[in-house]
């Protein structure tokens, strides 16, 4: 396995450990949540650094039906990872708190319910988005490890 590809798992799992740390919000508290959950949003950036060729892709070659359903999968998830990044700045009470300075509960929510919405959406289709990648990966090592006997 090369050094790249190493990385990219390593970011990969930092990524679902940091999602796991923000889906326990009420056990980390509100500090810790919004720190690692600003560690996720680079680990996020990075991750899709590093696999552009994912998106230069989309419109080449044909779709099967997996292809489609690991596509649609794919941009939900990035649909997901978008509204609950987008929503923290209105939520915020650590991090980002010029913005919410000004506002009361009642303005906030709306924005709560969306950033948690879509954090849930996207954590259950970042299962199935790691599971396809399992499941890749798995064939990858194997045909490796009959390479190398």
């Known amino acids: 396995m090369n050094k790249t590809l190493k990385f990219k798992i390593a970011i990969d799992i930092l990524m679902t450990i940091c999602w796991i740390i923000t889906m326990f919000y009420k056990l980390t508290g509100n500090a810790l949540h919004e720190y690692v959950g600003m560690a996720l949003f680079f680990l996020f950036i990075l991750h899709t650094l590093l696999n552009w060729r994912w998106y230069a892709a989309l419109g080449k070659g044909t779709y099967n039906k997996a292809r489609i359903i690991r596509t649609v999968i794919n941009l939900a998830l990035l649909v997901c990872v978008i509204a609950t990044f987008a929503t923290v700045p209105f939520i915020s009470r650590t991090v980002y708190t010029g913005i919410t300075a000004g506002m009361d509960r009642a303005a906030r929510r709306p924005w709560q319910g969306l950033h948690k919405l879509a954090g849930k959406a996207g954590f ?13 990966l798995k064939n990858v090592f194997g045909k490796s490890k009959k390479l190398a006997s």
Not at 124 to 136: D, K
């Open 124 to 136: 259950a289709l970042m299962g199935i988005h790691i599971l396809q990648h399992w499941l890749l």
